[in-house]
């Protein structure tokens, strides 16, 4: 979708930060985008099959639009969602045939909004999807529009077991509220352009009693931390202008815990604490939408662009300083280098990779997995899924399947193993384009106008 549219002090702040509530530590559920530990790895297997007649708990409709994925805190589900009031759908976002095809997509970048948006977080039952709280946040007029494909509020909160923490990038606003839908604090970081006009996308990140905000876009981009517990702020330092949607990950190896950021052009470790970028692999090109994800003591990257098939590589833990990225810093046999391999025209475009014993899937917006050895980068694997038509969810698994959610509903069950075999299919209608979640055996699946649970019948 974004290639069509032109893409389309640290002990100081240790000393200050309090210590996070013992729910900060492992928080149960499914508290940011893509689980706790953003490699999309399900705590506990959900069901393998369903559809409208099986395996289907409940399904509520969700008024506005968003493609926030849904959040897990024991028994309560919380999305993020933007009303657009004037509009008689509340602002649904469009799936990629649809807003290829809106008028507004055929100039110079979207037109900006004359009318009030209301940003809202809303909590429902994970038992029975009654709607327990909601909370407007906002009721303001963007300063920039958004391609009709995407959202308002595109951007995955988090969860520490005790607050929400959300964050809407079209009007630049963080805020921290208690489970109960109570706000304990807001912070303005203000609203920026993006690549033509497509919108933002980057969730929050949360480490160590930190929320970690990534604003890259075309005027002056950011990365901040602040105190979850007070919103307080923390460091925020510069990056490089370039719209990016990926996702702050946090990378934890024997050697201690990076915050990896994928921006223009590069992928950046930070210290959490501190905001020091500890190393910054250079020259890949282009920008990101997919996120990155570990395989062990290695982190998985790449992205693509339009008309590109941008890189894939694997960076070895323990990295510092400026890495340069090209085909010959990989190592060769004997060589030290931190990059361990990278495989040209290999990259996902809008979904994020996910690793399954020791193997990596990359799924292409058009339904084509490739399967390859996390270890070397070497293809095992290359299969265009039948009529998975467009892909913008990133896919998950539980370690024995991955799961490859396309935009029309259908989820392919394909087992996480060195050779194809697509076990099943899934359907239930809708159109997709947020990540699922999964927590205590329940599958959460978001359209574009309802939040949908899967479980097994009790």
Known sequence: MLSTLNLIALLAAQAAAPAPPPAAQESPGWPTFRGAHGDAVVPAPHPATWGAEQNLAWRVEVPGGGWSSPLVAGDLVFVTTAIQTA???????????????????????????????????????????????????????????????????????????????????????????????????????????????????????????????????????????????????????????????????????????????????????????????????????????????????????????QQRRGPLAALAAGARGVVEFRAEAAPKEGAASPLQWIVERAGPSFSSPVVAGGLVFVVDGQGVVTCRDAADGAELYRERLPDAFQVVASPWTDGAHVFVLSEGGTTFVLKAARVYELVGTNRIEGTYWGTPSSAQGALLLRSADSLICVRAAR
């Not at 990038?169 to 912070?187: F, H, M, P, S, T």
């Not at 609203?191 to 929320?211: P, R, V």
């Not at 990016?244 to 915050?259: C, E, M, Q």
């Not at 939408?289 to 693509?304: H, K, Q």
């Open 87 to 305: 509009r008689e759908d509340g602002g649904r976002p469009l799936g990629f045939a649809g807003g290829v095809r809106a008028p507004e997509t055929r100039g110079a970048g979207a037109p900006k909004p004359t009318a009030e948006v209301t940003f809202q977080a809303r909590a429902y039952s994970l038992a029975d999807g009654a709607l327990l709280w909601s909370r407007d946040l906002a009721s303001r007029v963007p300063a920039h529009g958004i391609h009709p494909s995407n959202s308002f509020a595109t951007e995955t909160p988090a969860s520490d077991g005790a607050r929400l923490i959300v964050y809407f990038g079209a009007i630049g606003l963080v805020a921290g509220l208690d489970l109960e839908g109570n706000e304990l604090w807001r912070r303005e970081v203000g609203a920026y352009a993006t690549t033509a006009d497509f919108g933002t996308g980057s969730s929050i990140a949360l480490i160590d009693g930190l929320a970690f905000v990534q604003c890259d876009n075309e005027e002056a981009s950011f990365l901040a931390a602040f105190r979850a517990a007070d919103g307080e702020p923390v460091w925020r330092v510069e990056r490089p202008r370039g719209t990016s949607w990926a996702s702050p990950l946090a990378w934890r190896t024997a050697g201690g815990t990076d915050l990896v950021v994928s921006g223009p052009d590069a992928v950046t470790g930070y210290e959490p604490a501190s905001g020091a970028v500890r190393w910054r692999v250079e020259g890949i090109g282009g920008t990101f939408s997919a996120s990155p994800v570990v395989a062990g003591e290695r982190l998985i990257f790449g992205n693509s662009a």
